[in-house]
């Protein structure tokens, strides 16, 4: 049986229990991850933290080696949930609307909601990159939330910053996180 826990989250089990270790290691790591995040989003006033990256965090801290928080299930699950979105706005004649919030519940906004979390979950599952955490990013653009290309790529680059530091927080941690993919 492999060993559920490694490094600095296997010495704070050790020496608090299982389940307090395994909450330090969490309140820890996702203070100094999502810190980074929102300290970059501070400094270049951009939306590079944003709902989805909480349940991402929680993946890479409680679960550093399970398939759907490796660096490429997050990477993949949270592009293909922008184009998803993207998409569902343009199904939906809703480029160039206001976001749910500005306009209210309509039809249109609830298919393309709808559609967008469909369609994530369906091209994940095809490429084998499940990322549940992705299903709250594709809904953060297709009720318009961020919705613009400029938006829409500073979701991804707040991805990509959370996720290395995610990694790089694992591994100085002593938590063998995989480089790529969890898959043998």
Same mark, same amino acid.
């Given at each position: ?72 299930? +997050? =990477? ?6 922008? *184009?998803?979105? $993207? !998409?569902?706005? #343009? &199904?939906?004649? /809703? %480029? ?9 519940? +309509? =039809? ?6 709808? *559609?967008?979390? $469909? !369609?994530?979950? #369906? &091209?994940?599952? /095809? %490429? ?9 990013? +594709? =809904? ?45």
């Amino acid at each position: 049986m492999a060993e559920k826990h490694h490094g600095f989250h296997k010495k704070l089990v050790d020496r608090l229990g299982e389940r307090l270790g395994e909450a330090a290691y969490t309140v820890v790591t996702c203070l100094l991850a999502l810190g980074v995040s929102g300290l970059a989003a501070y400094a270049f006033s951009q939306p590079l933290l944003f709902p989805s990256l909480g349940p991402t965090a929680l993946l890479f801290f409680e679960q550093p080696m399970a398939e759907p928080s490796s660096p490429r299930n +997050t =990477l993949i699950g949270h592009f293909v949930a922008v *184009l998803a979105g $993207a !998409l569902s706005l #343009a &199904v939906f004649g /809703l %480029l160039d609307n206001g976001s749910i919030l500005q306009e209210g519940v +309509t =039809l249109a906004r609830t298919g393309a909601g709808a *559609l967008s979390v $469909a !369609l994530t979950g #369906a &091209v994940l599952l /095809l %490429l084998r990159s499940s990322h549940p955490p992705s299903g709250a990013t +594709t =809904l953060i653009v297709s009720l318009g939330l961020l919705q613009t290309p400029p938006e829409m790529a500073m979701l991804m680059v707040g991805v990509v910053l959370l996720t290395v530091a995610g990694w790089a927080l694992n591994r100085a941690l002593g938590v063998p996180m995989p480089v790529w993919s969890a898959r043998g």
